[in-house]
């Protein structure tokens, strides 16, 4: 079996395959899952035994899952943080590949963070990319939608180092030249031609429906990482993230009661109240 991908040629790593599993099979149901059947869920998927313990480390470390013991198993639920993580990541994967309906405004966003809080601006721009911003000239970052950045601004304290407008185009200013300025749109394009080329055809069918399932939830997060979901009118004709979004959701609607059989039969679990 091939590497579980990021789209992009990069590995997908233990951690996500775990949350990929605890998000279609944990959230929401308020239990624990076995250290032992998560590891040989993930054993299924080539991940060995020590990977899966060191994940499950950092995981913990990072305040994603809380250990509960019973006995001499060790069970793992998730932190109120993994479920904010898990929920978002949801609504990520039920969201459309492409917003139809833009209505030609933008967001812009200008800041300007001392040298002395360097932390903060990296923390920012992090949190930026992941709203949905793309950097287009030194300190103003845009985005397509009328996007509330106070919560990410005063989080970090910097509000006073900001300021944000709505806006449209003008003049020679085209809207498509500036999203393919601000996006890498062609490695955008490029994950999703991965992820359509590696799950066409039954690729994983050698794989049971539980361990295809948490593969492909994982690929699909790490690929629609990388797109800020643009409106269609700033994409390329033929944008290959609405093509590739189809087979994930029917393969997704194929696999999700038989891998929930498999879950209910492999994972043991405890209440989490």
């Known amino acids: 079996m091939d590497a579980p991908d990021d789209g992009n040629g990069h590995v997908a790593r233990p951690e996500t395959l775990l949350l990929a599993l605890f998000g279609d099979q944990v959230l929401g149901r308020d239990v624990a899952v076995s250290t032992g059947s998560l590891i040989a ?34 069970f793992l639920g998730l932190t109120p943080r993994a479920v904010e993580v898990l929920r978002d990541g949801q609504h990520r994967l039920e969201a459309d590949a492409v917003d139809r309906d833009w209505d030609g405004r933008w967001t812009l966003l200008a800041f300007s963070v001392p040298e002395t809080r360097r932390a903060d601006r990296h923390a920012l721009r992090t949190r930026l990319g992941w709203e949905g911003f793309a950097p287009l000239r030194s300190g103003v970052w845009v985005s397509p939608w009328d996007t509330d950045v106070s919560p990410a601004l005063a989080a970090l304290d910097l509000l006073d180092y ?5 806006a449209e185009a ?24 991965r992820f359509l080329h590696r799950w066409s ?55 999700v009661g038989p891998a929930d059989e498999l879950a209910a039969a492999w994972l043991t679990t405890i209440t989490d109240a």
């Open 41 to 74: 869920v993930l054993n299924r998927l080539g991940i060995g035994e020590h990977a899966t313990r060191a994940a499950v480390a950092r995981m913990v470390r990072r305040d994603l899952l809380r250990s509960i013991r019973r006995g001499r198993e060790v």
């Open 162 to 166: 900001a300021e944000v407008f709505r």
């Open 201 to 255: 055809d039954h690729a994983f069918r050698d794989l049971d429906e539980l361990s295809q399932r948490t593969l492909l939830t994982a690929e699909w997060l790490l690929v629609i990482r990388q797109d800020p979901r643009l409106p269609l009118a700033l994409l390329p004709p033929e944008w290959p993230g609405v093509r590739t979004q189809e087979l994930f959701h029917t393969l997704q609607s194929q696999l």
């Open 170 to 193: 003008a003049l020679w200013s085209d809207p498509a030249r500036i999203a393919r300025e601000a996006w890498d749109l062609p490695t955008i394009a490029e994950g999703y031609r």
